[in-house]
C-alpha cells in the first residue's frame, strides 16, 4: 500500500462560512492564525484498487468556502483523510462526513459537525456546538457553549460553559453523559436516564425535583435551559476542573 499525498493551499476571505465534507473517511480540522489555509487529503493507493487515484482535493471559495473531496468517477468505492489548517477567526464551521471521525481543535467558532459512523471531539471551546453522530463518542474539552450534543450509541463529555437554544440538548442512547460545569454557568435543567443512576460530584442543585431516573433543578439560577437524556446510562454533574474524576454520590430519588 502506498500512500499518497494532495495538498492544496488557500485564503478565506473575511466573514465566509467554512464547510468542509468527506464522502468516506475522517476529518480533522486545527486553527492557525493569519488569513490563509493548507487542505491535505491522504489516500492510500493499492495495486489492486486502483480506484482509489480518483479521489481529490475541490475547493470552492463560494460564498459559502467549500473544501470537499470529489470523486471523478461514479460509485468509487475508496476511503480518504481530509486535514485542513484553516484561519482560527472564521465565522462559522461546518463539518459532514458519512463514516470517519471528526477532529476540531482551536477553532472557537458556531461549529455544526455530523457523522453517521465516528467519534467527535473538540478542543479549544467556543461555540455554539451542533455535534451529532449515529455511532460513536463525543468529547468537548475546552469551556464551550452548548446547542445540541447527540449520539446514538456512545458516551458524551462536555465542559459547558454557557447555552444556546431553548433548551440545549445532550442525548445519547446507549452510553453515559458526563457533564462538567464551567464557573459562571447557570441554568435551569433536566435529567433523565431510562437505566443509570444521575450524580452529582460538588454541584450545588436548587429546589430539585427527583423521580425515578429523573432529575430536575437549577444551577446557581434561573435562566438558560438544558436536556441531558441518556436512555442506557448514567448521567453525571461535576465541576469542570474534575472532569472525568471520580464520580460523585448517586442524588437520591
Not at 16 to 32: F, K, L, M, Q, Y
Not at 106 to 112: A, F, M
Not at 193 to 205: E, F, H, M, S
Amino acid at each position: 500500500m502506498i500512500e499518497e499525498r494532495i495538498e492544496k493551499a488557500f485564503r478565506v476571505p473575511p466573514d465566509t462560512p467554512v464547510i468542509v465534507r468527506n464522502s468516506n473517511g475522517s476529518v480533522h480540522v486545527r486553527g492557525v492564525r493569519g488569513d490563509s489555509g493548507v487542505v491535505l487529503i491522504r489516500r492510500n493507493v493499492e495495486p489492486d484498487l486502483p480506484h482509489t487515484k480518483y479521489v481529490e482535493a475541490e475547493i470552492d471559495e463560494g460564498p459559502p468556502f467549500v473544501i470537499r473531496s470529489c470523486y471523478s468517477l461514479s460509485r468509487v468505492r475508496a476511503s480518504v483523510d481530509i486535514e485542513v489548517s484553516m484561519p482560527a477567526e472564521i465565522k462559522s464551521l461546518r463539518i459532514e462526513t458519512i463514516n470517519g471521525n471528526i477532529v476540531v481543535s482551536d477553532i472557537p467558532c458556531r461549529l455544526e459537525a455530523s457523522s453517521s459512523n465516528g467519534f467527535i471531539r473538540t478542543s479549544g471551546g467556543g461555540g455554539p456546538l451542533d455535534l451529532h453522530t449515529r455511532n460513536g463518542k463525543i468529547d468537548v474539552s475546552g469551556p464551550a457553549t452548548v446547542a445540541c450534543l447527540e449520539t446514538l450509541n456512545g458516551d458524551i463529555r462536555v465542559q459547558m460553559a454557557a447555552l444556546s437554544g431553548d433548551p440545549a440538548i445532550i442525548s445519547t442512547v446507549s452510553g453515559s453523559i458526563e457533564i462538567g460545569v464551567e464557573d459562571g454557568l447557570y441554568a435551569d435543567f433536566e435529567a433523565v436516564t431510562g437505566r443509570g443512576a444521575i450524580r452529582l460530584n460538588g454541584i450545588d442543585v436548587i429546589s430539585p425535583t427527583t423521580g425515578t431516573g429523573m432529575l430536575r433543578g437549577t444551577i446557581v439560577r434561573s435562566g438558560q435551559r438544558f436536556r441531558a437524556v441518556a436512555r442506557i446510562g448514567g448521567i453525571s454533574f461535576s465541576r469542570a476542573s474534575a472532569l472525568g474524576g471520580q464520580p460523585g454520590e448517586q442524588q437520591e430519588s
